[in-house]
């Protein structure tokens, strides 16, 4: 492996690394300890020319012994550390935003993911693999200006927040199964059925204790529909404001509810679509405070916007989450 090949793969390594930990809040649980011992032998066995990155990967004897807790069988050892290495990958989850940022800031088009082979496959090894940044997310700094001459506003997504003891329930939803896809699809009209007929019934028959149950079923539909309704307009808007209640105890009001391609492929090898919590800040132009990502309003009512901290309602930008770019809305604002 040539030099600057080994200073990627030191850096990327520390970036991962370090941000890990970072996440984990203590260097001494055996999250941070594995990740930290993985890092050390993939940038040992990298610059080793009989061995290379491609092939540093190991397994979970291995790891065990690196952790000295090797277990008395393979099996045992193998357990111990997928019960480690869930904890690691969610860490790496909520992190990754940070740990894509510090890769751009160093120049670099990829980052490392932590990974284990599929059981299926054989025996399994963990190891750091390359996943590639999206162009989207690498050209912000090379264009300033729209082409109608506007000054451009940059955002980064940030950080995947941490949900709420509630929203851990609906904060990432692999749309992977039919039967869940259709019940997904179906359940309004479901509702709305059940609400028809219910009252047709009570046309024909008038029962008290009946129509008590139609009034509270009615109540608790609208209720759920109100809750969840960020839920169904995902599937149209590509990204909307999430319900206050995924994430209210992160730490952060405004989060997005995002539709995106998770990293796993259906059969014929598409990428299965993800609704998944996110959030996207950036820095205003007018006088450089948090720009955060809220619901528009008045005539830009039904558009997510950018509204800078210090001032909302003045220092406003479009959002564009596929480019990650917007402009400022306010044409009196002055930019200078």
Not at 275 to 281: E, F, H, M, P, V
Request: proline share 4%; charged share 30%.
């Amino acid at each position: 492996m040539a030099m600057n090949e080994n200073k990627e793969v030191f850096e990327l390594t520390d970036i991962t690394v370090s941000r890990v930990i970072e996440q984990l809040g203590d260097p001494n649980l055996l999250a941070s300890k594995l990740v930290k011992r993985l890092g050390e032998l993939i940038k040992h066995d990298s610059a080793e020319d009989d061995i290379g990155f491609d092939r540093a990967k190991y397994h979970a004897t291995r790891l065990a012994v690196e952790l000295d807790s090797k277990k008395s069988d393979s099996d045992k050892d193998r357990r111990y550390i997928n019960r480690i290495w869930k904890d690691l990958v969610e860490a790496f989850e909520v992190i990754q935003p940070s740990i894509e940022n510090d890769a751009r800031k160093a120049k670099y088009r990829k980052i490392l993911k932590p990974r284990k082979t599929d059981p299926k496959t054989g025996r399994v090894e963990f190891y750091f693999e390359e996943v590639e940044l999206e162009t989207s997310d690498l050209s912000g700094d090379k264009q300033t200006q729209a082409k109608d001459g506007k000054p451009l506003v940059h955002y980064e997504r940030t950080k995947n927040p941490k949900p709420s003891f509630i929203g851990k329930l609906f904060s990432k939803i692999l749309l992977t199964r039919k039967t869940f896809v259709s019940l997904y699809a179906a359940l309004p009209m479901a509702i709305l059925l059940i609400w028809y007929f219910w009252y047709q019934y009570l046309s024909y028959y008038n029962d008290g204790y009946i129509t008590n149950g139609y009034f509270l079923f009615t109540f608790i539909g609208l209720l759920s529909a109100w809750i969840f309704r960020a839920y169904y307009f995902v599937e149209s808007e590509a990204i909307v404001k999430a319900p206050m209640w995924v994430g209210s105890f992160s730490g952060e009001k405004h989060v997005q509810l995002e539709l995106r391609k998770s990293e796993k492929l259906d059969r014929d090898g598409h990428p299965i679509p993800e609704i998944g919590l996110t959030i996207y800040k950036s820095k205003c132009l007018v006088c450089g405070s948090t720009v955060v990502v809220d619901n528009g309003i008045r005539e830009f009512k039904g558009r997510l916007i950018g509204k800078c901290t210090a001032s909302p309602r003045e220092h406003i930008y479009s959002f564009d989450h596929i480019t990650q770019k917007g402009v400022p809305l306010r044409s009196d604002t002055y930019l200078g």
